[in-house]
């Protein structure tokens, strides 16, 4: 047997495809759009949000038996709203460029629907290793999305991928600029990256016809 | 045992322990990482400064590019060849102090590198009826003077600032810009090159010498901003509130310098 159970990795793999908090929950996509104009943005969201996501529902499910239901959602708000200052904290005190470039979206954490959502629905109820596994795999179904986002904006928006020139030099034209090709600046606009949500949303779908709703 | 956690009291109970650990956690974070948030804003400030100047890391016509954080320390101690602290009250320059005489200052509120003068904190010595530190950054190539001077104001939704480097007659030469929450895709757009590129080349002053400063304008018949003797620069679309804030910052705090200039 190995480390996990057949259900603990369900918990973790589910989320990655067949129920992925963006693609098919339709969680998160404001701050799917906002940052993946890089990869490197995406990357670092995805990372802060599968810290918070994973701390979050550990603490919410061990006080899951404690938190007065009248209050409940503001205990919520507040593990959230904690959680993701520390993470601007270190952001800010270990990688300031990168914090300068998420700024506002680190704040934008705690308004994250999947954050909220998956609290509410799984943490409140279950204990907390099931729920780390959960807010792990929901945080990387989310980080994968982003990825791909990103990864496709910048190479077709910029022509580089972490920032480093993968197409040769627009300028120069070398390259594949040499045989007149561009970069496609619209590929840097957020409603790109809606349009590639929505691409992947119909290759997953046309792959598996179950996760078509009538 | 069970607790009863819809009671009243065990709510509120609740509520308190809840914030007095959550409050200390978060005060011992920031205590924690405060010198190195301090020494990164620093490395910034000098960045930003070198930015206005003209030393940067831009290639083509894409996003800025700072000089790299490591080498930050080093290109600014040979590029600014001097910084100097001008003492205004009431429009006049009462004192002018070096930036060694201002950073041996015993006095609590010198003491330290013009560069790290906190602006909205000499905005606020204003407002107390106290005089105002102006700090100027001079660099020095082959001759050629640049002098550049932190600007602050505000603008839709929090502050904005920046630094604008002006020649002996106070044209531009280049200008940073910066905000703390302003509309990402709107007003967060004073932080591109494609508007702060615009500013450079611009005059501030009339040419009898009188303060004009510059108009971040809409409609004006000059997109592409060729025409630099018109105190105008191309407005964003969509921020009109936060181009405004930077008409007025620059008309406010550069006027401040004006006397300096004229003396030159």
């Known amino acids: ?214 | 045992m069970a607790v009863n956690t819809d009671k009243n009291s065990y709510t509120i109970l609740f509520a308190v322990v809840m914030v007095l650990v959550v409050g200390s956690l978060l005060a011992f974070t920031a205590s924690a990482l405060k010198p190195n948030i301090k020494e990164n804003e620093r490395i910034e400030k000098q960045q930003n400064i070198l930015y206005a100047m003209g030393i940067n890391g831009n290639e083509g016509t894409g996003d800025i590019t700072f000089v790299d954080a490591k080498k930050a320390e080093a290109e600014f101690a040979s590029n600014v060849s001097e910084q100097i602290v001008l003492e205004v009250k009431d429009g006049k320059i009462i004192n002018q102090m070096t930036g060694e005489e201002f950073a041996n200052s015993k006095d609590a509120d010198k003491g330290i590198e013009p560069y790290l003068i906190d602006v909205k904190k000499q905005q606020t010595r204003v407002k107390e009826g106290k005089s105002r530190y102006l700090p100027l950054f001079i660099s020095n190539n082959n001759g050629k003077k640049v002098y550049v001077a932190p600007i602050r104001g505000k603008g839709l939704w929090d502050a904005i600032w920046g630094y604008v480097a002006v020649d002996e007659k106070m044209v531009v030469q280049g200008a940073f810009f910066d905000h703390k929450g302003e509309t990402p895709g709107l007003g967060a757009n004073i932080k591109q090159r494609y508007f702060m590129d615009d500013f450079a080349g611009e005059k501030l002053l009339t040419d009898t010498g009188v303060f004009k400063g510059i108009n971040v304008a809409k409609g004006n018949n000059d997109p592409k901003n060729e025409i630099k003797d018109d105190y105008e620069v191309d407005a964003l679309a969509g921020a009109t509130i936060t181009g405004d804030g930077v008409s007025a910052m620059i008309k406010k705090d550069l006027k401040l310098y004006l006397p300096y200039f004229k003396n030159l």
């Open chain 1, 1 to 214: 047997m190995g480390l996990l159970s057949k259900k603990d990795t369900k918990l973790i793999t589910d989320p990655l495809a067949d129920n992925n908090p963006i693609t098919i929950q339709v969680l998160g996509i404001c701050s799917a759009l906002a940052i993946t104009a890089e990869l490197k943005a995406s990357l670092v969201m995805g990372i802060a949000v599968l810290f918070v996501l994973g701390v979050g529902n550990v603490v919410i499910s061990l006080l899951r038996n404690l938190i007065p239901s009248k209050i409940r959602i503001i205990v919520q708000l507040i593990v959230v709203a904690s959680l993701v200052i520390i993470v601007d904290q270190v952001l800010k005190a270990f990688a300031f460029e990168l914090s300068k470039t998420l700024s506002v979206f680190i704040g934008l954490i705690i308004t994250n629907c999947i954050i909220m959502g998956r609290f509410e629905a799984f943490a409140l109820g279950n204990g907390p290793w099931k729920s780390f596994l959960d807010g792990i795999g929901n945080a990387l179904g989310y980080a994968v999305i982003l990825i791909i986002v990103g990864f496709f904006r910048e190479l077709l928006g910029s022509g580089t991928l972490f920032g480093i020139p993968v197409l040769g030099d627009p300028i120069e034209k070398t390259g594949v600029y040499g045989f007149g090709y561009e970069n496609n600046g619209f590929m840097l606009m957020p409603p790109m990256a809606l349009i590639i949500v929505g691409l992947i949303i119909w290759v997953q779908r046309s792959r598996n016809k179950d996760l078509i709703e009538d």
